[in-house]
């Protein structure tokens, strides 16, 4: 199970990232703004899904735990070891989306003070995400650009980058569920096994695009899927389960978690607003406040329900 995920994970995240640069081609586009959406929402829509169906049955803590925990954990773990690898030169438009990124958790941090995300707090999320779609199109894309470029595989690229985003998530669960498995029959304690593999399974296709598009040379699809998918967190995932049934906030949640997750984005956004890209130090930064994180999670200091 572990080795067919894993096989799964690498040739799709492979896949993934060469038919998100043909498609931003055909749109006339940056590979960041294709990434930034098509991408993020191809990683991203089955934890929607997975938040949607927890918020219905009444498990509301595993929508909101998983949506902020996979925040913190794509910033500060997946692209600081990206950034370690190669540091990643991004379109200056990446410093004003991460602004953007920045902003919405603010605002999501702001519905929280009250200990409840209402159905009415839900649906300014997804109204603000569908906002946030509308100025990118407007902003970024062309139609007269986008039929002059557009090839005549176009639809099938699309389709491959969908159908490749599923192959990533399907092996991201068989690499996690396989994991799991093995590390209980080493005998290996449940808060390790929660810590390094349940919680940041969640993460691992976002992981394995990052990853791929950083080893390809492809910055803008490794920083704007991460961008993106945190974007999608707050205001699809956290909107769409609230709407379903208000969403009870933990304490630590709001004065921890978040806290933490403000503090590597305002990083990241001052990183790409300065020198358009994540450096090794930046990235050193950001895995050393994930590694404290973790300490404290450890510890039992901070508690995410459902993460």
């Known amino acids: 199970m572990f080795i067919v995920g894993l096989l799964l994970l690498i040739k799709g995240s492979d896949i993934f990232v060469e038919a998100a640069t043909r498609v931003a081609k055909n749109f006339g586009v940056s590979e960041f703004v294709i990434a930034l959406v098509l991408a993020s929402i191809a990683t991203t829509l089955p934890e929607v899904t997975v938040s949607a169906v927890s918020s219905?049955?009444?498990?509301?803590?595993?929508?909101?735990?998983?949506?902020?925990?996979?925040?913190?954990?794509?910033?500060?773990?997946?692209?600081?070891?990206?950034?370690?690898?190669?540091?990643?030169?991004?379109?200056?438009?990446?410093?004003?989306?991460?602004?953007?990124?920045?902003?919405?958790?603010?605002?999501?941090?702001?519905?929280?003070?009250?200990?409840?995300?209402?159905?009415?707090?839900?649906?300014?999320?997804?109204?603000?995400?569908?906002?946030?779609?509308?100025?990118?199109?407007?902003?970024?894309?062309?139609?007269?650009?986008?039929?002059?470029?557009?090839?005549?595989?176009?639809?099938?690229?699309?389709?491959?980058?969908?159908?490749?985003?599923?192959?990533?998530?399907?092996?991201?669960?068989?690499?996690?569920?396989?994991?799991?498995?093995?590390?209980?029959?080493?005998?290996?304690?449940e808060v390790v096994i929660g810590v390094t593999l349940v919680s940041i399974g969640t993460s691992l296709p976002e992981f394995a695009n990052s990853l791929m598009a950083t080893l390809k040379k492809v910055p803008n699809v490794s920083v704007g899927n991460i961008v993106g998918a945190n974007i999608l967190d707050m205001l699809m995932v956290i909107g769409v389960a609230s709407i379903i049934r208000p969403l009870p906030v933990h304490e630590s949640i709001f004065s921890v978690v978040m806290p933490f997750t403000l503090v590597v984005m305002a990083l990241l956004t001052f990183s790409l607003f300065k020198n358009h890209q994540v450096s090794r130090k930046t990235a050193v930064v950001l895995l050393a406040i994930y590694v404290y994180f973790l300490?404290?999670?450890?510890?039992?200091?901070?508690?995410?329900?459902g993460g």
Do not use: C
């Open 56 to 189: 219905y049955q009444g498990n509301t803590d595993v929508a909101l735990g998983n949506a902020i925990g996979s925040a913190l954990a794509n910033i500060a773990l997946i692209l600081a070891i990206s950034a370690l690898i190669m540091p990643l030169k991004v379109d200056k438009i990446a410093g004003e989306n991460s602004l953007i990124m920045l902003i919405v958790t603010l605002y999501v941090w702001f519905l929280m003070r009250d200990g409840v995300i209402s159905r009415f707090d839900g649906l300014s999320l997804v109204l603000m995400y569908a906002a946030f779609l509308y100025y990118l199109y407007r902003k970024h894309v062309r139609l007269e650009d986008v039929s002059a470029g557009r090839s005549g595989d176009f639809k099938k690229d699309v389709l491959v980058l969908l159908l490749s985003g599923v192959m990533v998530i399907a092996g991201a669960k068989l690499v996690v569920k396989g994991a799991v498995t093995i590390a209980i029959a080493l005998g290996v304690p």
């Open 295 to 305: 300490w404290l999670w450890i510890e039992g200091k901070v508690y995410i329900p």
